[in-house]
Antibody
């Protein structure tokens, strides 16, 4: 069974940085896209970023371009989201997803940006 | 970006009755390369991540009860629950993956 387990969420001050990690198990992840989707408290789903199987292509939602960087380590079946210059509006539960269509989801890791 | 618009935002349906959720995209999600529509329906229950109900607009996901059905093509899609059960209370989202993925705003389904 496919499992995605996120970690790294925390309380951070505006302007701060954070790195999220996601470990994928149960199926090789090196042959598909991996990504991140977030959900602010009480709000809907917002796609954030994704990365191609070999890391050669990365996409970002406009609101995080220049501040967030997605990367992956296929040897360790992991994907990461480096976040900097964090804003209050980045507060959300961040889900790791597998596949271009976000077929599989982790349980999420909570990022809170607050002073 | 492709904009996804769901209707209604919420609906209350009696147990055993039909629930219908609509999803409209700002451009066609149909690809002639594979004759499929790049649309997924998700169900999200409180405290849980979204679960995919239908891929390619109408391909049922693993373990999804057959009271759920997905239909539509091009820009207009529908998720139908033929006989609402208590465990179907949830938020439902459509998502296009024809291009960079985008989600509808969600539809809350409750019991009347």
């Amino acid at each position: 069974e496919v499992q995605l387990v996120e970690s790294g969420g925390a309380l951070v001050q505006p302007g701060g940085s954070l790195r999220l990690s996601c470990a994928v198990s149960g199926v090789p992840s090196s042959d598909t896209w991996l990504g991140w989707v977030r959900q602010a408290p009480g709000k809907g789903l917002e796609w954030v970023a994704n990365i191609k199987s070999d890391g050669s292509e990365k996409n970002y939602v406009d609101s995080v371009k220049g501040r967030f960087t997605i990367s992956r380590d296929n040897a360790n079946d992991s994907v990461y989201l480096q976040m900097k210059s964090l804003r209050v509006e980045d507060t959300a539960l961040y889900y790791c997803t597998r596949g271009w269509g976000n077929d599989w989801w982790g349980q999420g890791t909570l990022v809170t940006v607050s002073s | 970006d492709i904009v996804m618009t769901q209707s209604p935002d919420s609906l209350a349906v009696s147990l055993g009755e039909r629930a219908t959720i609509n999803c409209k995209s700002s451009q066609s999600l149909f690809s002639s390369s594979n004759n499929k529509n790049f649309l997924t329906w998700f169900q999200q229950k409180p405290g849980q991540p979204p679960k995919a109900l239908f891929y390619w607009a109408s391909t049922r996901g693993s373990g999804v009860p057959d009271r759920f059905s997905g239909s539509g093509s091009g820009t207009d899609f529908t998720l139908t629950i033929s006989s609402l059960q208590a465990e179907d209370v949830a938020l439902y989202y459509c998502q296009q993956y024809y291009s960079i993925p985008t989600f509808g705003q969600g539809t809350k389904v409750e019991i009347k």
